[in-house]
C-alpha cells in the first residue's frame, strides 16, 4: 500500500517542480500521498489519482478532445477520497 | 475437481479484478455516458483510468483504446472496418496467415466474399510465418495485413519485429491479433509500426465479455475504420453501446497486474514447464512448435498411440486440457493451425495442448503418465 502513496508523492513532485501543477492543487495532493493511514481502503481512488496527477495538464480541454486531465479531474478525485 | 490447464482458452480471474468489478455492480453502477451526476462522472473516470492502464501495456495513448466485447470483436471492426476504405482507394489485396485465429480467418474470408483478393501465407514446421513469405507478397495496392502475435494452439511467438521491418514504409494498414500475447509478451506490442491490436479481458485474468481494439495515430490521425454497428456514438463512434464499466474497469485491474507482475508470472510458469515437459518426454510425446519459440505457459504435443478424445476423457478427474481452440474444440474439426504446420493426420489427432498460468497449483505428473501408460497398454 506505502508503494503506491510513494508513487503518488513523486508524481506529485515531479508535476510540481518541473511542469504546471499549481501549489494550491499539489498541496491536497501531498495530503493524501502522506497520509496512507487515513486512505486505507481507498486505494483505487488513490490510483485514478496517481494517473490524473502524471497526466495533468493545464491545456487538458482545449482542442477538440481532452486528451489529458485537468485540474476539475484532480479536484474531484480529491473530493472523493474525503467522502 | 481436475487441475485447470486450459488457460489459452480463458484464465482465472484475479482476486483483485473480482474486488473492482464487484464495486462497479454493486455499488458505483452509474452510467459512463451520463456524466451529468457522480454516479455517471464516478464510472466515466473508472473507464478513463481503465483506458489508460490498457494503454500503457503496449505504450499506446488513452484515447487509441476503443473498448469492445473481446478480441473477436476487436477483429472484425479491425478487419471488416476497412472494407470501405479499400473499395474506395482501389486498394482490394489482404494478407494473413494460414494459423490465424477464426476470428481472423472468417472475416478476411467475408472482405473476399466482398471482392477483395485475399492472400494466406503458409508456416514453417516450427509454427512461425517466415517473414520473408510476407515480403514477397506485399503489393503497392496491399491494404491490410493481419498476423497474430502468439499462437492459441501452439503458443508459438510469431516474429512481429522482422514483420515491422518488412512494412516499414508500404502504407498497408497493419493489425496484430493479440488475444495470447497481450500482457505476456510486452516489448513485441510497443512497436509503434503495429496499427491495430486486438485483446481480450479473459486471457489475462480479467473479465469475460470485454476486450479492446488499440487503434494507432498515423500522423496524428486514426486509422480509417468504419463502425460496424451505429447508434450511440461511444467509443469514437467505432463501437456505440453502453460500456460495461464493471468488466472495463476489472479489464484495466487486470491490465495493471499484466505490467507489474510480468516476470513474477512468467517465472512461475518457467518452473511449471520443467515438470510438464518432463513428464510429457516420459511419454514420448512430440512437441508440435519449436520449444525455442514457445511462450512459458503453453505446450502443444502429440502422444504417439493416443488419440486426443481419448486422452482429454482419461485426464478429466486429473488435469482439464483441450485439443485445439476454445472456439473450434467443439466443433471436433482437426486443428487447422497443425495442418498448416505440415503435420501428419496421426500427429494432428493425437495432440493436445496445455496452458497454464501463475495461479495454477501442483500437478502430480505421476498420475497423469500412469493414466496415460494404461491406455496405451
Same mark, same amino acid.
Given at each position: 500500500m506505502d508503494q503506491l502513496f510513494r508513487e503518488l508523492e513523486e508524481a506529485t513532485i515531479d508535476q510540481y517542480d518541473n511542469k504546471d501543477l499549481p501549489k494550491w492543487l499539489a498541496d491536497p495532493v501531498f495530503e493524501v500521498a502522506r497520509n496512507p493511514a487515513k486512505y486505507q481502503g481507498k486505494e483505487y481512488l488513490v490510483e485514478i489519482l496517481v494517473a490524473q496527477v502524471r497526466e495533468y495538464?493545464?491545456?487538458?480541454?482545449?482542442?477538440?478532445?481532452?486528451?489529458a486531465y485537468d485540474h476539475e479531474d484532480l479536484k474531484r478525485t480529491l473530493r472523493w477520497l474525503e467522502e | 475437481m481436475a487441475i485447470y490447464l486450459d488457460c489459452n482458452a480463458t484464465t482465472p480471474v484475479e482476486p483483485s479484478v473480482v474486488a473492482v468489478v464487484t464495486r462497479f455492480l454493486e455499488?458505483?453502477?452509474?452510467? /459512463? %455516458?451520463?456524466?451529468?451526476h457522480d454516479y455517471g462522472v464516478f464510472a466515466r473516470t473508472a473507464v478513463e483510468h481503465a483506458r489508460g492502464l490498457v494503454a500503457e501495456v503496449v505504450k499506446?495513448?488513452?484515447?487509441e483504446v476503443i473498448f469492445t466485447s473481446g478480441a473477436t470483436e476487436s477483429n472484425n471492426i479491425a478487419l471488416l472496418g476497412f472494407a470501405g476504405r479499400g473499395m474506395t482507394a482501389g486498394r482490394r489485396h489482404v494478407i494473413t496467415t494460414a494459423i490465424e485465429h477464426k476470428a481472423v480467418l472468417e472475416p478476411v474470408a467475408e472482405l473476399g466474399r466482398l471482392g477483395f483478393e485475399v492472400e494466406i501465407l503458409p508456416v514453417q514446421p516450427d509454427g512461425r510465418l517466415d517473414p520473408q513469405r510476407l515480403a514477397e507478397a506485399?503489393?503497392?495496392?496491399?491494404?491490410l495485413v493481419s498476423t497474430m502475435q502468439?499462437?492459441?494452439?501452439?503458443g508459438v511467438l510469431q516474429p512481429l519485429a522482422e514483420l515491422a521491418d518488412i512494412l516499414e514504409g508500404h502504407e498497408a494498414w497493419w493489425h496484430v491479433? /493479440? %488475444?495470447?500475447?497481450?500482457?505476456?509478451?510486452?516489448?513485441?506490442?510497443?512497436?509503434?509500426?503495429?496499427?491495430l491490436i486486438a485483446v481480450s479481458g479473459h486471457k489475462i485474468y480479467g473479465p469475460k465479455g470485454v476486450g479492446a481494439l488499440i487503434a494507432r495515430k498515423r500522423d496524428n490521425l486514426f486509422p480509417p475504420l468504419q463502425p460496424l454497428m451505429f447508434g450511440?456514438?461511444?467509443?469514437?463512434?467505432l463501437r456505440p453501446g453502453t460500456l460495461p464499466v464493471p468488466l472495463v474497469a476489472g479489464f484495466g485491474e487486470a491490465a495493471k497486474l499484466a505490467l507489474r507482475d510480468h516476470e513474477a508470472r512468467r517465472e512461475k510458469c518457467r518452473a511449471f514447464r520443467v515438470g510438464a515437459l518432463t513428464a510429457l518426454d516420459w511419454l514420448g510425446a512430440e512437441q508440435n512448435g519449436a520449444e525455442a519459440l514457445t511462450l512459458p505457459h503453453a505446450v502443444n504435443v502429440s502422444i504417439p498411440g493416443i488419440g486426443s478424445d481419448r486422452a482429454i476423457n482419461a485426464l478429466k478427474r486429473v488435469i482439464a486440457v483441450s485439443s485445439t481452440s476454445a472456439c473450434t474444440?467443439?466443433?471436433?474439426?482437426?486443428?487447422h493451425v497443425l495442418q498448416a504446420m505440415g503435420c501428419s493426420p496421426e500427429r494432428v489427432e493425437t495432440s493436445i495442448r496445455l496452458s497454464w498460468c501463475h495461479m495454477t497449483p501442483e500437478v502430480d505428473w505421476n498420475d497423469v503418465t500412469a493414466i496415460l501408460r494404461t491406455m496405451r497398454g
Open positions: 495538464d493545464i491545456y487538458a480541454e482545449t482542442g477538440c478532445c481532452k486528451w | 455499488k458505483d453502477f452509474g452510467n /459512463a %455516458a451520463s456524466p451529468i499506446a495513448r488513452r484515447d506485399l503489393r503497392p495496392e496491399t491494404l502468439v499462437n492459441n494452439e501452439t491479433d /493479440a %488475444a495470447q500475447g497481450f500482457g505476456k509478451e510486452i516489448e513485441q506490442l510497443r512497436n509503434p509500426r503495429i496499427d450511440g456514438g461511444q467509443e469514437q463512434g474444440s467443439h466443433t471436433r474439426t482437426p486443428s
